[in-house]
């Protein structure tokens, strides 16, 4: 069974940093692109990055383009979310999500909730 | 960016009713058009891929076609289960993309 296990989230200031991990269990993890999708309270869902199975392609929102940084690690079976220069409009849950052979984000965590506020 | 459109934003509806929900891409995607359902306080789960594939153990009173610019959710029969939001995604483009959601109501 696909499991993956996010953490890290938490309230922080504007302007400051976190790191999000995910923790990936039941498949084999360097096999497939990952991705993170945020939703602001009460709002939709927002892709926000992804990244190839061996790093090769990242791509990123253009809402955080420049202030936030996907990365893996396969031997550890984890992807990382590093998120700097916060703002409000950060504050969301952020999932952790696996893409399929077929299709892309098929495989949901149950996600990490980031508070941005002073 | 390929924009998303769904309508409608929200529907109320009977248990037994059957129900459809559209989705329109700002350019043609072909079928790279996923379907989602979420719950509240619970991550989405993946209904349709690939515009009219249905995901493993998904029920099959749920349904999707189109290709090109529009799409369309089909639920043949609702069942108190199936009362929740509803996005569509596209992932023709490497920038993806979701519908801004359909929350599907009780009547």
């Known amino acids: 069974e696909v499991q993956l296990v996010e953490s890290g989230g938490g309230l922080v200031k504007p302007g400051g940093s976190l790191r999000l991990s995910c923790a990936a269990s039941g498949f084999t993890f360097s096999s497939y692109s990952m991705n993170w999708v945020r939703q602001a309270p009460g709002k939709g869902l927002e892709w926000v990055s992804s990244i190839s199975s061996s790093s090769s392609y990242i791509y990123y929102a253009d809402s955080v383009k420049g202030r936030f940084t996907i990365s893996r690690d396969n031997a550890k079976n984890s992807l990382y979310l590093q998120m700097n220069s916060l703002r409000a409009e950060d504050t969301a849950v952020y999932y952790c999500?696996?893409?399929?052979?077929?299709?892309?984000?098929?495989?949901w965590g149950q996600g990490t909730l980031v508070t941005v506020s002073s | 960016d390929i924009q998303m459109t769904q309508s409608p934003s929200s529907l109320s509806a009977s248990v037994g009713d059957r129900v459809t929900i559209t989705c329109r891409a700002s350019q043609s995607i072909s079928s790279y058009l996923n379907w989602y359902q979420q719950k509240p306080g619970k991550a989405p789960k993946l209904l349709i891929y690939?515009?009219?594939s249905l995901q493993s153990g998904v029920p099959s009173r749920f349904s999707g076609s189109g290709s090109g610019t529009d799409f369309t959710l089909t639920i043949s029969s609702l069942q108190p289960e199936d009362f929740a939001t509803y996005y569509c995604?596209?992932?023709?483009?490497?920038?993806?993309?979701f519908g801004q959601g359909t929350r599907l109501e009780i009547k």
């Open positions: 690939a515009a009219s």
């Open positions: 995604q596209q992932s023709y483009s490497t920038s993806i993309t």
């Open positions: 999500a696996r893409d399929s052979s077929v299709t892309t984000v098929t495989h």
